[in-house]
């Protein structure tokens, strides 16, 4: 059974950086998708970012673009989001999530079985 695990989630001030580990653990596959979501309280979930299992392909949501890096240790089954010049519509529950192969469209939520249970960044001016 796969295990995600979230972690790095803080109260912040806006500006900052902050980076967000997710663990993952029981991976029977040997290639996986792991996508960042997020949720911030009255509103759905949305698409961060995503790496495929080599790193080779990366997506950004338009939000996250040219101030996030996302990066996979596949040896260790980690996943990283830096996040930079973070705002105060930045606050929300990060989750983690993976799906086994590469997806045609990683960004949709539904397309993935297995979810971490969240780490909340709270960005405060």
């Known amino acids: 059974q796969v295990q995600l695990v979230e972690s790095g989630g803080r109260l912040v001030q806006t500006g900052v950086s902050l980076r967000l580990s997710c663990q993952a653990s029981?991976?029977?596959?040997?290639?996986?998708?792991m996508v960042w979501f997020r949720q911030a309280p009255g509103k759905e979930r949305e698409f961060v970012a995503a790496s495929t299992w080599t790193g080779e392909n990366i997506y950004y949501s338009d939000s996250m673009k040219g101030r996030s890096s996302v990066s996979i240790d596949n040896s260790k089954g980690i996943l990283h989001l830096q996040m930079n010049s973070l705002r105060t519509d930045d606050t929300a529950a990060y989750y983690c999530a993976a799906a086994p192969g590469r997806l045609l469209d990683p960004t949709v939520g539904s397309h993935y079985a297995n979810w971490g249970q969240g780490t909340q960044v709270t960005v405060s001016s």
């Open positions: 029981g991976l029977t596959y040997t290639h996986y998708t």
